[in-house]
């Protein structure tokens, strides 16, 4: 069974990734806009390398999404109320 952080954590990335298919982006867009490797990127969003927070909030800021609102939904699915 996994922690709530784990649950919280994977939902962050799902969260992510929704939005940057919402945006039409890629890897390399967000890489490029916010200045890391396309396979660090590849790795937040597959839940593969925790975020760090410098990071989370570049990306919110690059697929126009309000942090606050990323981690809400991500929230709602790790406590099952999606």
Do not use: W
Request: proline share 4%; net charge positive; aromatic share 6%.
């Amino acid at each position: 069974m996994s922690t709530y952080g784990e649950r919280f954590a994977a939902a962050l990335a799902a969260e992510l990734r929704a939005q940057k298919g919402r945006r039409k982006a890629s890897d390399d867009d967000i890489a490029d806009a916010i200045g890391v490797h396309r396979v660090s990127v590849s790795r937040y969003l597959s839940g593969a390398r925790p975020i760090p927070l410098t990071v989370f909030a570049d990306m919110c800021d690059y697929l126009g999404v309000a942090p606050a609102k990323v981690i809400d939904e991500a929230e709602k699915h790790a406590r099952g109320n999606a």
